[in-house]
């Protein structure tokens, strides 16, 4: 999209919820300065939780090496890994289908719903 295009869809969207609050709107400034900031923090965030989720993979690698190490030399383990990846494999080429839900009558008929402008009152 075009910067142009985007001031459009800007100036649009501040009209629209300047309408609908009845209220202005803080200026484009201190909006692209708050926008700017969120994004940083969540960014550090995210890239906090990445290392954290890493350093704790090569823990349990660690952690579940002996354990791996005994699996590997057992014949009926080893069996029983392979035919759970080829099932897993199987299932992952598989494609699944949407639900069908029945077609459902139309319940509200002309005329069956009588509106007031006075009706909350």
Known sequence: MTTKHNKARSDLLHQRITTFNRESLPPEKV????????????????????EE???????MKTIYAPLSDLVSKDP?????????????SRLAKQKLK????PKAQPMITSGS???SRYSSI
């Open 53 to 59: 989720r890493r350093e704790m993979a090569e823990q």
């Open 31 to 50: 909006v692209s300065q708050t926008t700017k900031e969120l994004e940083r923090r969540l960014s550090e965030e995210g890239r906090k939780r990445h």
């Open 98 to 101: 949407a639900p069908s839900f």
């Open 76 to 88: 009926r383990a080893v069996k029983a890994l392979r035919a759970r990846r080829e099932i897993v």
């Open 113 to 115: 719903i009588t509106t």
